[in-house]
């Protein structure tokens, strides 16, 4: 708000001068004066009030500085707790790492002798069919050999009924 300011002595002046009686002019420049300052701050009025909003402003920065603690202490123990909760994870982790690789190494064992269990089935089959083909090439030789001994045993040996078969297939 504007607060008006005006000369008094000049208004009561002005007053006496338009035929209003000196005491009444004064006595009304008096009343404007008061009704206009009555509201007014004064400089000490002033100092006065930023003094006590001074205080009041300490007060709240107190205020404030204590909620900050006290939010700077409940994070702390959030992040504590949050730090609690990281580490078990991590423990947690660790014992499934741990997990993950013994069963892997188990695996991997097994899997290495099924492998040694294969290859040993695969060699001695290998040593069988090797037998057994040595025994098929013998046999085969056999059959070839007596397949050519009796295609050529007629051949080479005569026999000594030979004209005697001839007569009788002859008719007679």
Same mark, same amino acid.
Do not use: C, W
């Given at each position: 708000?504007?607060?008006? *300011?005006? @000369?008094?002595?000049?208004?009561? #002046?002005?007053?006496?001068?338009?035929?209003?009686?000196?005491?009444?002019?004064?006595?009304?420049?008096?009343?404007? #004066? @008061?009704?206009?300052?009555? =509201? *007014?701050?004064?400089?000490?009025?002033?100092? @006065?009030?930023?003094?006590?909003?001074?205080?009041?402003?300490? !007060?709240?920065?107190?205020?404030?500085?204590?909620?900050?603690?006290?939010?700077?202490?409940? %994070?702390?123990?959030?992040?504590?707790? %949050?730090? +609690?909760?990281? +580490? !078990?994870? =991590? $423990?947690? @982790?660790? !014992?499934?790492?741990?997990?993950?690789?013994?069963?892997?190494? !188990? %695996?991997?064992?097994?899997?290495?002798?099924?492998?040694?269990? %294969?290859?040993?089935?695969?060699?001695?089959?290998?040593?069988?069919? $090797?037998?057994?083909?040595?025994?098929?090439?013998?046999?085969?030789?056999?059959?070839?050999?007596?397949?050519?001994? #009796?295609?050529?045993?007629?051949?080479? *040996?005569?026999?000594?009924? +030979?004209?005697?078969?001839?007569?009788?297939?002859?008719?007679?």
């Amino acid at each position: 708000m504007q607060t008006t *300011v005006i @000369d008094t002595l000049r208004y009561a #002046n002005s007053l006496k001068e338009a035929g209003v009686e000196p005491s009444q002019a004064e006595a009304m420049s008096r009343a404007i #004066n @008061d009704e206009l300052t009555e =509201g *007014v701050a004064t400089k000490r009025d002033l100092d @006065d009030a930023v003094v006590e909003l001074k205080g009041e402003i300490a !007060k709240l920065d107190s205020r404030f500085d204590a909620m900050e603690a006290r939010s700077d202490a409940k %994070f702390e123990g959030i992040d504590a707790k %949050f730090g +609690a909760i990281d +580490a !078990k994870f =991590g $423990g947690i @982790d660790r !014992k499934f790492e741990g997990m993950i690789q013994a069963m892997e190494s !188990k %695996f991997l064992g097994e899997l290495r002798t099924l492998d040694a269990k %294969f290859e040993a089935s695969i060699e001695a089959l290998n040593s069988k069919i $090797g037998a057994v083909g040595r025994y098929v090439f013998l046999v085969l030789a056999l059959v070839v050999g007596l397949g050519l001994y #009796n295609a050529a045993t007629p051949h080479l *040996v005569k026999p000594a009924s +030979a004209p005697a078969a001839q007569a009788s297939s002859s008719p007679e």
